[in-house]
């Protein structure tokens, strides 16, 4: 080949290789904006997977891009991060603050204190804001806490209201009703009649119950289980520590009719340990009524639970008020059928007596002192009216009060006499 042959050629290559190289501008484009979306994907991975997180800054001295590590909550970015020095952030100052990982070189202004009607809900840290709340009861609407909407009778709340929220109400529909106007209480369902025994008098509409009616005899009694005072008597009146044969015991030595033994099986096999003495003794007594040791113990049940309506007995409840209580209660709860039942057959003075005596059945046969002072700790949540909790107090430390104790241990351990004496020293 000659010499100006292999220029040519050698001139030739690069002129072919820059043909290769052009592109329609279309496919460029779509080029360059894959490449384009790649790096914001490859920059959004680096800066937001890692921990710290990370931003992109300019570093002036050395003319490149670094990540530099952000500034956590509670501080500000005091100096962007150099090829030697880490970013450096400092604490914010009082009544100032940072909720999140940022690169802001100040710190946010906490919220004035809060505005009428309204407590304070979270106070002002470096890390959080101010945060106020509209008062119980009440809702934020724009810059005022307006109170919740109350649902007029015909009409049931669907949604409670919050303090962010107003009470949402619905019409009442077909077999509902509402006969009260409240911010709280659903629609509740008609009673039905022939549950009770009753006959339909008169259809109830969105604003009234049925009606019904009947011979005294077809309606349900209100049928108290337990009383209060019964349980506390048979509680407080045994050791709180048992021999393995402890049942035995007391079957032997209990005066009158003894329990028989598939009695005493059927206990052992339905219940605790604890709670087999005071099943036991329930049962004794119900045999033995008309003995009269026994009628001293019923005697001074009668009078407790006198006492005990004293104290309770006048509340005379709203259903939602009842039902409040009772969703208060732990374990399973009393439904507002049983509820509404209840309201239907016991008098006012007895309803209470009446559901928590449902709710023991519900809840293999629980400690009722017990479960009134767990409802009594969580009172403000289902906003008791303050009657309601004082009575229940009362009723407390009434059942719980020392001279009580005495008397009726007193007159048990007498009663069954020395051998269980000797068990109960043995046991205290």
Request: charged letters at 25%; proline letters at 4%.
């Amino acid at each position: 080949m000659s010499a100006r042959a292999a220029e040519t050629h050698r001139s030739a290559r690069p002129a072919a290789a820059s043909k290769s190289l052009r592109f329609p501008g279309t496919t460029m484009n779509k080029l360059l904006c894959c490449a384009l979306v790649f790096l914001d994907i490859s920059i959004k991975w680096t800066t937001q997977e890692t921990f710290p997180p990370k931003y992109l800054h300019y570093d002036a001295e050395t003319s490149h891009q670094l990540l530099c590590d952000k500034c956590p909550p509670g501080t500000y970015l005091k100096q962007h991060c150099t090829a030697k020095w880490k970013t450096v952030c400092a604490p914010c100052p009082d009544h100032y603050y940072t909720d999140s990982w940022h690169t802001s070189d100040e710190c946010l202004y906490c919220s004035p204190v809060c505005k009428e009607l309204q407590y304070i809900k979270q106070e002002c840290n470096r890390t959080h804001n101010r945060v106020c709340e509209c008062k119980e009861g009440r809702y934020l609407e724009v810059e005022f806490c307006l109170k919740h909407r109350s649902c007029p009778p015909g009409f049931g709340v669907v949604q409670a209201g919050t303090p962010e929220r107003n009470t949402v109400c619905r019409r009442c529909p077909d077999g509902f009703f509402s006969n009260e106007t409240s911010s709280k209480a659903p629609c509740r369902k008609h009673t039905n009649c022939s549950v009770f025994g009753l006959l339909l008098t008169q259809k109830g509409n969105a604003t009234h119950d049925n009606v019904c009616s009947g011979n005294n005899e077809s309606t349900q009694k209100c049928g108290i289980d337990v009383t209060l005072c019964e349980e506390a008597f048979f509680r407080f009146a045994v050791p709180t520590k048992f021999t393995p044969n402890w049942l035995s015991v007391l079957v032997d030595n209990l005066p009158g009719t003894k329990v028989n033994a598939e009695s005493v099986e059927r206990i052992k096999r339905q219940h605790s340990s604890q709670e087999q003495t005071f099943q036991l003794l329930k049962l004794w007594k119900h045999q033995n009524k008309d003995q009269d040791m026994v009628k001293k113990i019923i005697q001074d049940i009668d009078l407790c639970e006198n006492s005990v309506l004293r104290h309770i007995g006048h509340a005379n409840l709203t259903f939602e008020q009842l039902r409040s209580l009772m969703e208060s209660l732990p374990g399973k709860k009393v439904g507002a059928e049983d509820i509404e039942k209840t309201t239907k057959a016991c008098k006012s003075s007895e309803q209470i007596l009446k559901l928590l005596s449902l709710w023991r059945i519900k809840n293999g046969d629980q400690d009722t002192l017990k479960g009134l002072m767990h409802a009594l700790k969580h009172s403000k949540t289902y906003h008791f009216p303050k009657t309601v909790t004082q009575s229940l107090k009362k009723t407390i430390r009434f059942l719980h009060s020392f001279t009580m104790y005495k008397l009726y241990q007193k007159l048990f351990l007498e009663m069954i006499g020395n051998q269980v004496q000797s068990v109960k020293i043995s046991c205290l």
